[in-house]
């Protein structure tokens, strides 16, 4: 099972955009790893973390759609960061 956690950003730019943290994966510089349509697979930091929120179902299902579409299909959804 891969852990993800789908975030919503609150703010700036990307305010509304969903991102999709994996939380027990990592990217460079010890970054977690995380999907996004725009962008897809990149690093994001606990900062930028604490700074989104948790997305609801209805604004998760077309990320969790495209990431089942490129091959996860063992996806385990988490509502917060377990450490």
């Given at each position: 099972?891969?852990?993800?956690?789908?975030?919503?950003?609150?703010?700036?730019?990307?305010?509304?955009?969903?991102?999709?943290?994996?939380?027990?994966?990592?990217a460079a510089?010890?970054?977690?790893?995380?999907?996004?349509?725009?962008?897809?697979?990149?690093?994001?930091?606990?900062?930028?973390?604490?700074?989104?929120?948790?997305?609801?179902?209805?604004?998760?299902?077309?990320?969790?759609?495209?990431?089942?579409?490129?091959?996860?299909?063992?996806?385990?959804?988490?509502?917060?960061?377990?450490?």
């Amino acid at each position: 099972m891969t852990p993800v956690i789908f975030r919503v950003n609150k703010s700036g730019p990307y305010k509304g955009d969903v991102t999709a943290v994996f939380p027990t994966l990592y990217a460079a510089g010890g970054l977690m790893s995380c999907y996004a349509h725009v962008g897809q697979h990149s690093g994001c930091s606990l900062a930028w973390y604490r700074t989104t929120r948790l997305a609801t179902a209805e604004e998760c299902v077309d990320l969790l759609t495209e990431l089942v579409q490129i091959g996860y299909n063992d996806l385990k959804i988490y509502k917060r960061r377990v450490t």
